[in-house]
């Protein structure tokens, strides 16, 4: 048998390198001897980042831009940090019901940060080596086996069939909740909550959209039918906001509403298959779609989101003013914990009030021009094709949705999309210097 390539064996290194932090990234209800699996996704993330720096990789100036944001954020955390720490005894305030110490706790709130730079340049070195038809192909897959395991799950919690024990704290202290006080049962799959599964699967699931296959579209029904099943309210919007706005941003009126016609089949197909999946609770509702309108018609036609189940938060935001200098991260959610009197770290489930705790006015905006960079990115550079281009935009705006509501860290699953984002704008700036035959250098860079 023929030796492989240098070449090849490191395009199959850096595929497998991601697929186990993307897949690890999904066990968020798993832990190994009290560290979390996900933990152990990221630290595998720093280990091949390091390996690839020491192994001389070069990356284009373009790449660093967004790790220089990375690290102002880091000085106005730091510099918060030092300040408040002199007034307020965090330490004295960390709750006593939390799972590791002040000092741990702190450390994994920067450890997020180091650990999304290199999910980031793996990412990136991904891309170089692979393309980006690859790399939409296995968050494709990983989407796919998320999604039968959530739908197995799902039907074994109703019928009391096996599933691997949860053994991680839940959200809310103590065992993890598989009933929630909900409609209709809801999947959960292997996080710790439904809609921490339905924010996971929006990157796969317009990964789907990048091929025009029976396989990818079967894909798509089987995931839209694991969002629907969640249950969760941000996920699904965040999904159609995502999708609409970025088909009317990148094709013709005609052609987006072309588009849209044909994913309302496929809402129409996975609204059956969970029909027949929430028909196995006999005391649960099979109207996904009318206990969703009925959540929503609250907050749209009531008090906004104080009339949400995130108005504890809110209240909390108007009573305690954003500092000018931000707290340092994690502090915010010590306090935020200790108003609750919940003997637990609150959490913001918003990244921008997260963010406005922790660095105060001025390091926000360094947050905000590194997440509109990649809509900057997307909306100046165009391809013939837009599929890359509708896919790439529709996922970016649906984890600003889920950043607004639902998620207040900085993810893995981000830094995969925030890294092909910016490959995007790379890829084409070489496409227009390099001079060769232009079906051979499209074949290559595959943006």
């Known amino acids: ?24 990234s999904a066990m968020g209800a798993y832990q190994i001897s009290s560290i979390p699996i996900q933990w152990i996704g990221s630290a595998l993330a720093v280990f091949f980042m390091l390996v690839s720096l020491f192994d001389n990789r070069e990356y284009h100036r373009v790449y660093l831009y967004p790790i220089f944001l990375i690290l102002l954020v880091f000085l106005f955390s730091i510099a918060g940090w030092i300040r408040w720490a ?19 706790f702190i450390f994994l709130r920067y450890f997020q940060f180091i650990a999304f ?24 897959v990983c989407g796919v086996l998320v999604s039968i395991y959530a739908i197995y799950v799902y039907v074994a919690q109703m ?3 096996w599933e691997l024990p949860r053994n991680r704290m839940g959200t809310g202290g103590g065992d993890q909740a598989v009933v929630f006080t909900y409609a209709f049962h809801r999947a959960i799959g292997p996080f710790r909550e439904p809609s921490h599964l339905a ?29 629907l099943i969640t249950g ?19 094709l013709s009126i005609r052609k987006a509403l072309i588009r849209l016609l044909g994913f309302a089949g496929i809402l129409l197909v996975a609204t059956a298959v969970f029909t027949e999946l929430a028909s196995l609770n006999p005391w649960g509702s099979v109207d996904v779609w009318g206990v969703i309108i009925d959540r929503m018609s609250p907050i749209i036609f009531g008090g906004g989101l104080m009339e949400s189940n995130r108005a504890y938060v809110y209240e909390f935001v108007s009573k305690n003013p954003f500092p000018v200098i931000g707290y340092g991260l994690g502090n915010g959610n010590i306090l935020f914990g200790e108003s609750q009197g919940i003997g637990l770290m609150g959490s913001f489930l918003s990244l921008p009030v997260n963010m406005l705790y922790a660095l105060g006015y001025i390091g926000v905006v360094v947050i905000v021009v590194f997440l509109l960079t990649p809509l900057f990115v997307l909306s100046r550079y165009r391809t013939r094709d837009p599929r890359y281009l509708y896919a790439l935009l529709a996922a970016y705006i649906g984890w600003l949705v889920v950043y607004s509501v639902l998620s207040e860290e900085l993810s893995i699953s981000f830094a995969i999309l925030y890294a092909t984002c910016i490959y995007y704008f790379v890829m ?20």
């Open 1 to 24: 048998m023929a030796l492989l390539s240098k070449r090849a064996v490191s395009d199959r290194s850096t595929y497998w390198q991601l697929a186990v932090i993307y897949m690890l």
């Open 86 to 104: 002199q007034v307020i005894d965090f330490q004295y305030l960390h709750a006593v019901g939390s799972s590791t110490s002040y000092l741990t």
């Open 117 to 140: 730079i290199s999910v980031y340049l793996v990412s990136i070195q991904f891309l170089e080596l692979n393309g980006f038809e690859k790399l939409a192909q296995l968050l494709m």
């Open 159 to 161: 019928l009391g069939l």
């Open 199 to 227: 924010q996971w699967l929006i990157i796969p699931l317009f990964m789907t959209f990048v091929k025009r296959s029976y396989w990818y579209t079967a894909a798509r029904l089987l995931i839209v039918s694991t969002v």
């Open 232 to 250: 969760s309210l941000t996920g699904i919007l965040a999904i159609g906001i995502g999708y609409t706005l970025s088909l009317f941003t990148t």
């Open 428 to 447: 084409k700036k070489k496409l227009r210097n390099i001079r060769c035959a232009p079906t051979k250098i499209e074949q290559r860079f595959s943006l």
